[in-house]
């Protein structure tokens, strides 16, 4: 093997978990690899297995809902650690061995949902949340404001769901937080919250969902269960439904650099062990989501501003197929 691709099979530390190399797999959709009763069915079991088979040091799930009553995400179409924990426990156990059997670690990745951006086949009965009475990404309707309650009992469901993540045999969790657009990261974005309770306002109240959501973690499955973060230090927010280009100027709504590097800064001394850096929202999607005629790595430039400005391992999002884009 040529040296300079050593740094990839290099093991690393995040947190008190140990992995065997560099190489991590990005979370990806989960459907239809759940069964009917919220658990994993064989060919998703299989499906992460091979990819421990083939040597990835971290495997992260596709994403996984806490809560199915504030808001109503198609369960049991997708795992999920709180609907029925026997069920997802018992299936994932499965799984989680026969990764470790490979000397690969996994990780739970968990959602506290959609808010304004819930596909609208998804809504069923429910009508749309979010942080303020703001317009909804697909459909010409106002949302309907969460209440500090719903926010609380959102809070407690991700507590329970990394307790059986952790009962299950993961190696950690990664909340689907502040990234994307999604309800969380809707909390987060002032161009969304206009909050005045503890909940909006500063960047600190802001990110106090988020905040609260590795505090119950660490309450239910002590210091030591490592909780990741999938996160976005810029939204490429141009208005609401429209976002910025490649190499565009324009005046940011969402969040900035500036703001995400603070953020970032806040997340890790709120509790979080590594932050998993990609950029975009739903309303600039080409930005989370590059067509294959984007350049490959993306997003290296915003891990590594983020990398140099926190204390704790940084994973860096997107298709590096090429190994020397990778080492970089």
């Not at 819930?118 to 009965?125: C, D």
Request: net charge negative; with cysteine; hydrophobic share 35%.
């Amino acid at each position: 093997m040529n040296q300079k691709y050593q740094p990839l099979f290099d093991k690393v530390q995040i947190g008190k978990l140990t992995l065997p190399n560099r190489f991590a797999m990005a979370p990806m959709g989960p459907l239809g690899l759940g069964d009917a009763d919220g658990g994993w069915n064989q060919r998703g079991i299989d499906y992460y297995t091979e990819r421990a088979k083939g040597g990835t040091g971290l495997v992260i799930t596709g994403v996984t809902f806490v809560d199915n009553e504030v808001e109503e995400h198609g369960m049991p179409n997708v795992p999920s650690p709180t609907w029925n924990p026997v069920q997802f426990v018992r299936t994932s156990r499965e799984m989680t061995e026969r990764i470790h059997a490979y000397g690969s670690k996994i990780w739970l990745q968990m959602s506290g949902g959609f808010g304004r951006v819930t596909i609208p086949t998804n809504l069923g009965e429910y009508p749309p949340v979010a942080p303020s009475p703001i317009m909804h990404r697909w459909l010409d309707k106002v949302c309907r404001e969460l209440t500090v309650e719903e926010i609380q009992s959102i809070v407690k469901r991700f507590g329970e769901g990394a307790y059986n993540a952790k009962r299950a045999g993961f190696d950690g969790v990664e909340i689907h937080a502040v990234h994307e657009g999604y309800l969380i990261d809707q909390f987060a974005i002032s161009f969304f919250n206009h909050r005045t309770d503890q909940y909006g306002g500063s960047l600190e109240n802001r990110l106090r969902f988020a905040r609260e959501i590795v505090e119950e973690i660490h309450k239910k499955c002590g210091r030591d269960f490592v909780a990741a973060l999938r996160y976005s230090p810029k939204s490429f927010i141009k208005d609401y439904r429209v976002g910025a280009l490649p190499g565009e100027k324009f005046e940011e709504k969402g969040r900035d650099l500036e703001e995400g590097v603070q953020a970032a800064k806040l997340l890790v001394e709120y509790g979080y062990d590594c932050l998993d850096v990609d950029v975009g929202s739903y309303d600039a999607w080409w930005w989370s989501h590059p067509p294959m005629y984007q350049e490959k790595g993306l997003y290296i430039p915003y891990a590594k501003l983020v990398k140099e400005n926190v204390s704790v391992p940084v994973i860096c999002a997107g298709r590096m197929d090429d190994p020397g884009l990778a080492v970089k």
